[in-house]
């Protein structure tokens, strides 16, 4: 029997941040491994080179064994290592977006029950420690990750053609979007929002 494991914010070191989600990837792909929940996997990352990536990529042959279908968003089309490819390579990706999704938090989404949200992309994991929720077992988390991913993918890939294979050279040369707002009623301003720690 599953129990319920709320959501837990913790503090991660710059050091162990990649370190922390390969474990927690790990775990979480050895439990799902006699589930037949969704093989649904969504990723909201910096860029190719964030630390959430280079740990789904310690994974990349479980990932495939397990049958899962994966969308990424990089927001920066930076450059990505030889096992960031190998986990992108047949993913459904989205590079060089809009600026401003930079104000958003890194996210990854496994299945119905599992989520990873991590501090705001304005904040270079490489170089600051980070806040970040760690959830395993709550499938309303799970469900919200999904669901703010499907929002941004359906913008952030407007203007250009879907990626399949996502190597560095189609990084590169990924064009930004341009996001459209939505009409305002007359006399309505846009509101302001702030996501920043």
């Given at each position: 029997m599953s129990t319920f494991t709320p959501p837990r914010m913790h503090v991660v070191r710059k050091e162990e941040k990649e370190a922390r989600l390969t474990a927690f990837v790990a775990e979480q792909l050895a439990a799902a491994a006699s589930?037949?929940?969704?093989?649904?996997?969504?990723?909201?990352?910096r860029s190719a080179d964030?630390?959430?990536?280079?740990?789904?990529?310690?994974?990349?042959?479980?990932i495939r064994a397990a049958?899962?279908?994966?969308?990424?968003?990089a927001v920066l089309a930076e450059g990505a290592s030889e096992s960031v490819v190998k986990l992108m390579d047949g993913a459904a990706t989205r590079t060089g977006c809009d600026a401003r999704l930079l104000d958003a938090h890194e996210q990854l989404a496994v299945g119905d029950r599992v989520s990873w949200i991590g501090d705001c992309m304005r904040r270079e994991p490489t170089k600051r420690d980070a806040y970040e929720i760690?959830?395993?077992?709550?499938?309303?988390t799970a469900a919200l990750a999904h669901r703010s991913f499907d929002r941004l993918w359906s913008f952030a890939g407007?203007?250009?053609?879907?990626?399949?294979?996502?190597?560095?050279?189609?990084?590169?040369?990924?064009?930004?979007?341009?996001?459209?707002?939505?009409?305002?009623?007359?006399?309505e301003t846009a509101p302001v929002v702030s996501t920043r720690h």
């Open positions: 589930d037949r929940a969704s093989r649904e996997m969504t990723v909201l990352a964030s630390p959430v990536l280079r740990a789904l990529a310690a994974h990349t042959d479980a049958g899962y279908r994966i969308r990424v968003i760690y959830s395993a077992d709550c499938g309303e407007l203007g250009q053609p879907e990626a399949v294979a996502a190597t560095p050279e189609i990084a590169a040369v990924a064009a930004p979007v341009e996001v459209p707002i939505a009409a305002l009623a007359e006399g």
